[in-house]
């Protein structure tokens, strides 16, 4: 089979042929119907990630069918409801059933944890092996190509703004850095809150209109990112860095009400300085990494009830170097995915 592999960082992304994987245990062979193409690949691919296994397929937001599965896992299949054939989005956070995170429904942080794209191969692929069918959500009625990106690009804000939930009460100023993938999700997550006022930073003019389009009370290019405070009226009490660079860390920092919350979501690599000089006094700020599976699960019944927009750019897996370049100029409105067995 066709797989898009990284051999090492730095180096250019190369279509391989290599053999089906054969599961064994408990492990699932889903066929993959599409794979979305995420900025964490980006990092990957450069070498700027951390707990990165080389050489690997790339890419952790996957969608696809049940294909084939190991002697041991019936009772899994059966207790998720699953057939071959049956079309399912892939839960990536792989952790190891056991622990106390993985017990509380939060397997996503199990230390012990693995993930496609990451550790193991992912879904730049035809096809490829999930540990156990506990980690499939049926896709029911929503078109399977086009879900791929609800795995990342829909989860991760999901559980940002579930956890910001606190701060988020009415006239509540929000501030949201980067409007791709993610942060289209998170506007519409946001707008589901009652009366927020909701600005956005991004660096794509084309974006910014997005922004405003979408809902957002206010847009700016992020030449000018104070603008977004002054025209929510005051400093945020929480914001969203869905970037995740010492910049736009810091500009959080700078535009953050007391008592606010820094949410970063974005793994640009960047570190935040903290302390009683920035962010304003008694703030709060937390990493936010991707979801549990029972919120994969409620993302995946907002889009099946037509609650939710997201844009999908179609390319075939062949070119998936051309879809990083895409991305990397800043050219993609919505998520590219990557689709097996088009050309
Ligand atoms: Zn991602
Ligand atoms: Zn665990």
């Avoid at 995946?300 to 075939?316: C, F, H, I």
């Amino acid at each position: 089979m066709l797989a898009v592999r990284l051999q090492a960082p730095g180096k250019a992304l190369v279509l391989e042929n290599v053999p089906v994987p054969n599961p064994s245990g408990t492990q699932v062979l889903v066929r993959v119907a599409g794979c979305g193409v995420c900025h964490t690949d980006l990092h990957i691919a450069r070498g700027e990630m951390p707990r990165v296994v080389l050489p690997i397929t790339l890419g952790h937001e996957v969608s696809g069918w049940v294909d084939a599965w190991g002697p041991e896992a019936a009772a899994s299949l059966d207790a998720a409801r699953l057939r071959r054939g049956d079309p399912v989005l892939v839960f990536g956070g792989w952790g190891c059933g056991e622990c106390a995170d993985c017990r509380s429904g939060e397997e996503q942080r199990c230390a012990a944890g693995s993930s496609p794209g990451f550790q193991v191969d992912g879904g730049y692929a035809e096809r490829m092996l999930v540990p156990d069918a506990r980690h499939l959500v049926p896709l029911g009625a929503v078109e399977p190509v086009r879900a791929a990106p609800l795995a990342d690009a829909g989860l991760t804000p999901y559980r940002a703004v579930r956890r910001a939930s606190p701060w988020l009460r009415p006239g509540a100023r929000v501030l949201i850095i980067g409007f791709g993938g993610l942060g289209q999700f998170a506007l519409q997550y946001l707008r589901r809150v009652a009366d927020l006022r909701v600005g956005i930073s991004e660096v794509s003019q084309e974006k910014v209109a997005l922004a405003l389009a979408m809902g957002a009370d206010a847009a700016t290019d992020a030449t000018a990112p104070e603008r977004v405070a002054d025209d929510l009226g005051g400093p945020a009490e929480v914001a969203f860095d869905f970037v995740g660079t010492d910049a736009t860390l810091a500009l959080c920092a700078g535009l953050l009400a007391p008592g606010g919350l820094l949410m970063i979501v974005g793994e640009g690599g960047g570190a935040l300085r903290f302390g009683f000089a920035a962010p304003a006094a008694e703030s709060w700020a937390t990493t936010s990494a991707w979801g549990s599976m029972e919120e994969l699960r409620q993302v995946v019944a907002m889009a099946a009830a037509g609650a939710l927009t997201w844009d999908v750019e179609p390319m075939p897996l062949a070119q998936a170097a051309a879809a990083h370049a895409r991305l990397a100029s800043g050219q993609v409105r919505g998520r590219i995915v990557l689709v097996p067995g088009v050309n």
